[in-house]
């Protein structure tokens, strides 16, 4: 089975989101230099073209392929909780959908072992969970 995660955004977060991986253009241009790392030299092309053009979204693809992966309905309304309502923890998310966040927890971290979610540091050190992607499309 293969799975595409696609993410859309703009220039702008585009721009702002290789800032945070990579610091500056020119920091990329000397790490690529030095590796010849593929992703990078598509990373420091895009950056170059989007830096011009900071209105245009961007659509871009991640895929996932395996013969184990397999999304329980509480997976979905999970992942869908995560979109619409914007959890500020896994407590939070455990609420929003009614469930013990013991039952949660563990559906969370093979999410995110999976590479549907990540998780952002929030207050007291909670796990804020977010996705990476705005559609999931499944090919079998």
């Not at 995660?5 to 920091?27: D, P, R």
């Not at 053009?53 to 992966?69: F, G, M, Q, V, Y």
């Not at 609420?95 to 007291?124: A, C, H, W, Y």
Request: glycine share 2%; proline share 2%; no cysteine.
């Amino acid at each position: 089975m293969i799975i595409t995660l696609v993410k859309k955004q703009s220039g702008i977060e585009f721009i702002k989101e290789m800032e945070e991986t990579y610091k500056s253009i020119n920091e990329l241009e000397k790490l690529f230099e030095r590796t010849n790392n593929m992703k990078m030299y598509v990373d420091l092309q895009n950056w170059k073209y989007y830096k011009d053009n900071l209105d245009e979204t961007i659509e871009t693809t991640e895929s996932l392929i395996t013969n184990k992966l397999s999304l329980s309905d509480l997976d979905l309304i999970i992942l869908n909780t995560i979109k619409h309502e914007k959890p500020r923890s896994i407590r939070d998310l455990a609420n929003k959908i009614n469930k013990d966040v013991s039952n949660i927890q563990p559906k969370v971290k093979r999410l995110e072992d999976e590479g549907f979610i990540k998780f952002e540091t929030g207050i007291k050190n909670s796990k804020i969970p977010y996705l990476t992607f705005d559609e999931i499309k499944l090919e079998i």
